[in-house]
């Protein structure tokens, strides 16, 4: 009874933070042969994260975006693999976790266009890269990171200092 009640609570709870936490529990189902986040994914008006309907954050007095949100599991999840990296320990894969940054809802909805699009699949395809547990995985995550600056000059570089944060060698 006390549990059914917890849940319902969790369910009504749209906090992004709840998500970040989330460890992925099962393991990622086999690819679709469609891929169904791509550039030409319609998104949904109203859905949390979207125009006039920011998500309440500390960061960010105005809201946050669906984007800006995903954006903060990724570093999360990459302040995560840096961890790992240093320690000789396996990276848990971040493909399926991160690939929703292509299907998600900007601050300004200009700014998913071709440009970004074409970035985030390089991102993504070093993510890939490193999912593959390749022998050298620290060359390999400082692809990931590079692919962060990268989009990052181009579009904005507001989180230039938490990328950099990010660098094996920062301290
Ligand atoms: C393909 C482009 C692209 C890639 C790759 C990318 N970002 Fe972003 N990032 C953006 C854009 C655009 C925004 C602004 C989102 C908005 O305003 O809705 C953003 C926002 C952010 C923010 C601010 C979030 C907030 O709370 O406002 C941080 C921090 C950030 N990115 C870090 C990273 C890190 C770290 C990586 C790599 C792990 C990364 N980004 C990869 C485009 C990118």
Redesign the pocket.
Known sequence: MRRSLACLLLLGCACPKNEAAAPPVVPPAPRAVVDDCTLATKLLPGVPGSPGNLIA?E??PNG??E??TH??L??DD?RDAKAKVLAGQAVPALRERHRK?RCAW??SPS?RNEA?DA??LS?LSKVAALDAKPADARAAYTA??G??RT??EA??D??IA??DG?ELDAK
């Open positions: 954050s960061r960010n946050a975006s984007l800006a954006m903060r990724m570093v990459v940054l900007p601050t700014d970004f970035m985030a991102y990931v990171v692919a962060c989009c990052h579009t904005c507001g989180p938490v990328i990010l």
